[in-house]
């Protein structure tokens, strides 16, 4: 069965640093892998997705994300982070056509002024 | 384009009652719907998933008598609290994946919080 981890629990960057989030996955075949952002009490927004093709996955909001397969990882990314980037991040794996999510345990960003 | 609704956004009810929460694709059919729950500070639940026209798939845990749902139309998937108590209190957030769409992504919706007194 497939797993996602999330490393980093809860991360604290300053306004217009830059960003990494780390998701690790565990499956046999090449995943279907997204990410996505939630605010306080709302839904989960997509930001990007990848399943097949270039590794290099551009998103919503200037987010993007690079698919390793040697590394197992699908690691976000964003050059410049705005305030409103603050919110929860979840890494999703999907194990095919038809099949059920996993999600990993989520990374809280925070963003300092 | 890919938006899904949730009515209500939050309810309050007593201990004992029975609450429905609905789960809507506005601009696209969706043969499968999947509903979650997510505690505080957690990641999502999947609690099951639901196909249009036939019974939902209870993942395992999930009392199928309590949490009763149905998927009677392309757009529309109901989850209902049965006999609720301040246990099921909690925030609970429907998907729907796109008809067609090879690439598994789901759509979530604003989510539901129910507070059970």
């Known amino acids: 069965a497939q797993s996602v981890t999330q490393p980093d629990i809860h991360i604290t960057v300053s306004e217009g640093a830059s960003l990494e989030l780390r998701c690790n996955y565990s499956?046999?075949?090449?995943?279907?892998l997204f990410w996505y952002v939630q605010s306080p009490g709302q839904g989960l927004q997509l930001l990007l997705k990848?399943?097949?093709?270039?590794?290099l996955v551009q998103g919503i909001k200037g987010f993007e994300a690079e698919f390793k397969r040697s590394q197992s990882s699908f690691n976000l990314r964003k050059p410049s982070v705005h305030w409103s980037d603050a919110a929860e991040y979840f890494c999703?794996?999907?194990?095919?056509?038809?099949?059920?999510?996993?999600f990993g345990p989520g990374t809280r960003l925070s963003v300092l002024p | 384009g890919a938006v899904v609704s949730q009515h209500p956004s939050w309810v309050i009810c007593k201990s004992g009652t029975s609450v429905k929460i609905e789960c809507r694709s506005l601009?696209?059919?969706?043969?499968?719907m999947f509903w979650y729950r997510q505690f505080p500070k957690q990641s999502l639940m999947l609690m099951a998933t639901?196909?249009?026209?036939?019974?939902?798939?209870?993942e395992q845990g999930v009392e199928k008598d309590k949490f009763l749902i149905n998927h009677a139309s392309l757009t529309l998937s109901t989850l209902t609290v049965t006999s609720a108590h301040p246990e099921d209190s909690s925030f609970y957030i429907c998907?729907?994946?796109?008809?067609?769409?090879?690439?598994?992504?789901?759509?979530f919706g604003p989510g539901t919080r129910l507070t059970v007194l």
């Open positions: 998907s729907a994946r796109v008809a067609g769409d090879s690439t598994d992504t789901q759509y």
């Open positions: 499956y046999g075949a090449t995943p279907y």
């Open positions: 990848y399943f097949s093709g270039d590794t």
């Open positions: 999703a794996v999907g194990a095919g056509y038809g099949q059920n999510f996993v």
């Open positions: 601009d696209f059919q969706a043969t499968t």
């Open positions: 639901s196909n249009e026209g036939s019974k939902a798939t209870y």
